[in-house]
């Protein structure tokens, strides 16, 4: 069974920072491209951001300026970096691992919740 583990989230006061992170195998890892979406109560599951394996990166406009995606390729585990986090920021978090080629997969973690108090 294909595992994404999750870590790093919490409660934090508005205007701070914390570090998500997402381990899988090297199996899935070294195929995968990698992402982070979120689901606020009562609205939809968003992707927040991407990581290509060659390391090219996406973001969803609101959180441009605040979220880095990375990956460590030799620890198999992606990160996502945020800072200035505003209440709007809650949400559980879901770590994503992607392939269309030469492999075809689409998993998900089980979600780490991220709390913004004002």
């Known amino acids: 069974q294909v595992q994404l583990v999750e870590s790093g989230g919490g409660l934090v006061q508005a205007g701070g920072s914390l570090r998500l992170s997402c381990a899988t195998s090297?199996?899935?890892?070294?195929?995968?491209?990698m992402g982070w979406y979120r689901q606020a109560p009562e609205k939809e599951r968003e992707l927040v951001a991407v990581?290509?394996?060659?390391?090219?990166?996406n973001y969803t406009d609101s959180v441009k300026d605040r979220f880095t995606i990375s990956r460590d390729n030799a620890k198999n585990t992606v990160y996502l970096q945020i800072h200035s986090l505003k209440p709007q920021d809650t949400a559980v978090y879901y770590c994503?691992?992607?392939?269309?080629?030469?492999?075809?997969?689409?998993?998900w973690g089980q979600g780490t919740q991220v709390t913004v108090s004002s």
């Open positions: 994503n691992a992607k392939c269309d080629y030469p492999k075809r997969f689409d998993y």
């Open positions: 990581i290509s394996r060659s390391g090219g990166t």
């Open positions: 090297g199996a899935i890892f070294r195929f995968a491209t």
